[in-house]
């Protein structure tokens, strides 16, 4: 649904993108986390035809990028860094302003339909501008798939929202997953995007990983067991070294455990520490999160530079 | 062409909650409406008859000047709105053409400033009727009408595209009101040549001023419409 090859872009001397390679599948939610200024947006309008790349080409939506702008704008939808209404016009006025630009067969019906899902339909009389932060975050996302867009781009769209609420936009996208449409998303949310995403980009200018979150946390961190022991013996680190243990260390008395597929091993290893007289409390799976991750890629991506 | 009448619709329903707008495009013509017929009102009696058609002429006048005012405020906010909003990008995003966005923008302003001074024009004349009983002979001459007429879409499509200019660089409302202002120059300048003349205006000098007035709104609208890209709205515009 979208892939860019080499896909860069200046502002002066400033490189704010350089040599994007990316490929989202149809019916995938892709996570795009980077820190503050590290060209998310900037993504965002290059991938929508709303700025030029000054080098690079990309398709969106099978449409090329450049050649067919105006075609990929009415396959998209896009979420934007700020929720953008038209405070003077009612919420109801205010969409169909928008499906009426995207030309949606029956604008109207549409509008409903999305200002009831966001519980809004009561407001619609409303002038946006009265509306409260979340509410116009709510607007916006609405305006955006008014037009039943094949591919969303998310630009933080949880940011002001309440928890109910954010959970009502992270329902709404289990639901597009479901009916094929892919989704790019920018978020700083890292557990939202552990949760939601297919697969996550960590991006700072450019590309410094790629893959599911899963996949990367195990490719960084491997799998590790926690077990915690009541007395824990000293030397015991020793006498647990089986043959499928990659290593064994001893953080705080708890012993931490390698494990290439601790479904099968874990068993083995307790059994084994049974027998060496070790009163196990607790057997856990030492789990990272997407934030161990970032935070992690991003210390080693300033020190490489 | 739908797309721009979508555009035409929702600016108009934006600037009827605008309280700076319907200042400009209500009050300021029937402020001039009563001003002319104030004056043509006093000299109905008073001196002789060219002198009443005279005064009629000076009347005329000021319906020159509306075309160009009316506008400054709908299409400064228009603009300037949309900044101030942060609603450019969304709409960007969209598949309206850059071609499309900028006529919107302009008709916008220019479709109500022609009206209207139509709209007043016709008012003043009604409400002379009625007060003197008659027009004087000799007070609408063709090239009066000529110019009200033929002059009122140039006017207004010049002070527009002076606006859009200045709006798209200005950071706020009042400093791009304050700049478009200065459109208002180009439409004094007949006024000057008419009061000078203290004659009635000839066809030459209608067609003189439109031939200024054309070339003026070319060039005008030929960088207004370089800035009105997507591109440069989304990465130059402030
Ligand atoms: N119109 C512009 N003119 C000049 N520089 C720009 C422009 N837009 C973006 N930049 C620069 O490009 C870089 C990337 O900005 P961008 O807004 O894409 O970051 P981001 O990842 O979205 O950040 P955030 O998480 O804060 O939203 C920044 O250094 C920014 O200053
Ligand atoms: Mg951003």
Request: a positive charge; charged letters at 20%.
């Amino acid at each position: 649904m979208i892939a860019t090859e080499g896909l860069t872009r200046r502002f002066g001397d400033l490189v704010a993108v350089e040599n994007l390679d990316l490929v989202v599948a149809k019916g995938e939610v892709f996570g795009f986390l980077g820190p503050n200024g590290a060209g998310k947006t900037t993504t965002i309008r290059l991938l929508s035809a709303l700025i030029a790349p000054d080098a690079g080409t990309g398709t969106v939506a099978g449409l090329e990028l450049g050649r067919q702008n105006r075609a990929i704008r009415q396959r998209v939808g896009v979420l934007t860094e700020t929720p953008g209404l038209y405070k003077r016009l009612s919420v109801g006025d205010g969409l169909l302003f928008f499906a009426r630009l995207y030309s949606v067969p029956d604008p109207a019906r549409e509008v409903e339909r999305y200002l009831r899902l966001f519980d809004l339909w009561d407001r619609r009389r409303d002038l946006a501008g009265s509306l409260s932060k979340g509410m116009q975050q709510k607007v916006a996302i609405a305006r955006a798939l008014v037009h039943d867009p094949a591919v969303l781009f998310l630009d933080e769209p949880t940011a002001s929202l309440d928890p109910e609420a954010a959970k009502v936009v992270r329902d709404l996208i289990e639901t597009l997953r479901t009916k094929e449409r892919t989704i790019f998303l920018c978020t700083h949310n890292l557990d939202e995007a552990d949760r939601l995403c297919d697969r996550v980009a960590l991006f700072k200018r450019r590309l410094i990983a790629l893959g599911s979150p899963q996949e990367l946390k195990e490719g960084r961190y491997g799998r590790r067991t926690v077990v915690h022991l009541a007395h824990p013996r000293p030397g015991l680190e020793e006498a647990l070294r089986l043959p499928f243990v990659k290593k064994v260390e001893r953080v705080d008395g708890k012993l931490l455990v390698s494990l290439a597929d601790p479904e099968r091993q874990n068993p083995v290893l307790v059994r084994r520490l049974v027998e060496l007289g070790a009163e196990v409390q607790f057997v856990n799976e030492l789990r990272y999160s997407l934030e161990d991750l970032y935070l992690d890629l991003l210390e080693g991506s300033d020190a490489a530079h | 062409m739908r797309r721009i009448s979508v555009i035409l619709f929702k600016e108009w329903k934006e600037s009827l909650r605008n309280k700076m707008i319907l200042f400009g495009a209500i009050f300021l013509p029937l402020l001039m409406v009563g001003a002319a017929v104030a004056m043509v009102y006093q000299g109905r009696t008073s001196g002789p008859p060219g002198a009443e058609v005279a005064l009629f002429n000076t009347a005329l006048m000021y319906f020159l000047i509306l075309p160009v005012i009316i506008p400054l405020a709908i299409a400064v906010y228009s603009i300037v709105g949309e900044k101030e909003q942060g609603t450019l990008e969304p709409l960007l995003a969209t598949p309206i053409s850059d071609w499309e966005l900028f006529v919107g923008k302009a008709l916008v302003s220019v479709l109500p400033a022609v009206v209207l001074t139509w709209g007043s024009f016709g008012l003043f004349l009604g409400v002379s009727v009625a007060l003197l009983g008659r027009i004087p002979p000799h007070a609408l001459t063709a090239p009066w009408l000529a110019a009200v007429f033929g002059l009122t879409p140039l006017l207004s499509l010049f002070s527009v595209g002076v606006t859009m200019l200045v709006s798209s660089r200005a950071t706020d409302a009042r400093a791009a009101y304050e700049f478009s202002s200065l459109a208002v120059l180009p439409a004094l300048v007949p006024l000057i040549i008419y009061s000078t003349r203290k004659t009635i205006v000839s066809l030459g000098l209608v067609a003189v001023e439109g031939v200024v007035l054309l070339v003026g709104s070319a060039v005008v609208l030929y960088f207004a419409i370089r800035m009105f890209r997507r591109e440069q709205i989304l990465t130059r515009w402030k």
